[in-house]
């Protein structure tokens, strides 16, 4: 069991922490001393959490706080914060708040100016972000994605043209229907990643064209088990074939004196075109 210390703080202070998506061995030193000094964990499920503390040694004392008590126990917590309790908040894996528990706990420990203190770690969307070989100079996490097909839909016409690279959450009972629903939206070709179980023994990240993904999910039934992010890539709204030769040309040329994003913004001001052009020509197809 880990030794106590004294906490960095003397004033009362809610603290965030991160815990693995999977791999145990993804937990921070500090997540864990964190853990370990607080006087009380506010856990999204009391039984889950607490056979992570047993494996790590923690003995500190836990309290339930879940989508469907947070309203009215925040308020509680923020109570227990100012009469001295120091409070670890987590959820069941990753980092709290994120398609998790915590907002409105945090909210009202920041109107009751309360000091809070995110930690860094585990996190499956910036994860699976990482390795998906999709653009990420601009993203945005979606959440989980509606549980009927006319709200995926909705949400696929949404960001059908947007040109970020955009993430959900999927569970595996619907990644199917999800994919079928993404097609007919957004178009055979349009490159989708699936990141699955993340971490963990079966870990999969699978980029293709969109039909392709289909069919390859489809086609094996242990791609549609486990927890699934989607990661889709933004909308191209020029194609190569539109760019003038000469202006990838010189981007080919500046960008081996220069990072691709100041190429990209030189050439376009060199042959008046877009930059956001230029710069995805480029992540495509120079090394």
């Known amino acids: 069991m880990t030794d106590k210390k004294t906490l960095p703080t003397e004033v009362p202070t809610l603290y965030i922490v991160p815990t693995p998506i999977g791999n145990l061995g993804d937990i921070t030193q500090r997540a864990l001393d964190t853990l370990t000094n607080v006087d009380l964990i506010a856990a999204e499920d009391t039984r889950h959490t607490g056979k992570l503390l047993s494996h790590f040694g923690i003995s500190t004392k836990t309290f339930?706080?879940?989508?469907?008590?947070?309203?009215?126990?925040?308020?509680?917590?923020?109570?227990?914060?100012?009469?001295?309790?120091?409070?670890?908040?987590?959820?069941?894996?990753?980092?709290?708040?994120i398609s998790d528990p915590g907002y409105h706990l945090v909210t009202k420990c920041r109107q009751a100016g309360v000091k809070v203190v995110p930690l860094?770690?585990?996190?499956a969307v910036v994860t699976?972000?990482?390795?998906?070989?999709?653009?990420?100079?601009?993203?945005?996490?979606?959440?989980?994605?509606p549980a009927k097909s006319k709200g995926r839909k909705d949400k696929f016409l949404e960001i059908a043209k947007a040109e970020r690279t955009c993430i959900f959450y999927e569970s595996p009972h619907r990644i199917l229907d999800s994919l079928h629903d993404m097609l007919e939206i957004l178009g055979a070709e349009r490159e989708v990643v699936l990141a699955r179980e993340l971490t963990k023994t079966f870990e999969t990240i699978q980029g293709l064209p969109l039909a392709k993904l289909v069919d390859w999910v489809k086609s094996d039934e242990n791609q549609q088990r486990g927890e699934m992010a989607l990661?889709?890539?933004?909308?191209?709204?020029?194609?190569d074939d539109s760019l003038p030769e000469e202006a990838t040309r010189t981007l080919a040329i500046l960008s081996k004196e220069l990072p691709l994003k100041k190429a990209a913004a030189l050439a376009a001001e060199i042959y008046n075109l877009k930059k956001n052009a230029l710069y995805k020509w480029g992540l495509e197809h120079l090394d």
Do not use: M, W
Request: aromatic share 8%; with cysteine.
């Open 231 to 239: 990661l889709v890539h933004g909308y191209r709204a020029v194609s």
């Open 64 to 97: 339930a706080l879940h989508d469907h008590n947070e309203q009215q126990k925040a308020q509680v917590l923020v109570e227990k914060l100012l009469a001295g309790y120091s409070i670890a908040l987590v959820s069941d894996a990753g980092t709290p708040l």
């Open 128 to 145: 699976a972000l990482s390795a998906s070989g999709l653009p990420s100079d601009r993203f945005s996490f979606e959440g989980f994605l």
């Open 120 to 123: 860094p770690g585990a996190c």
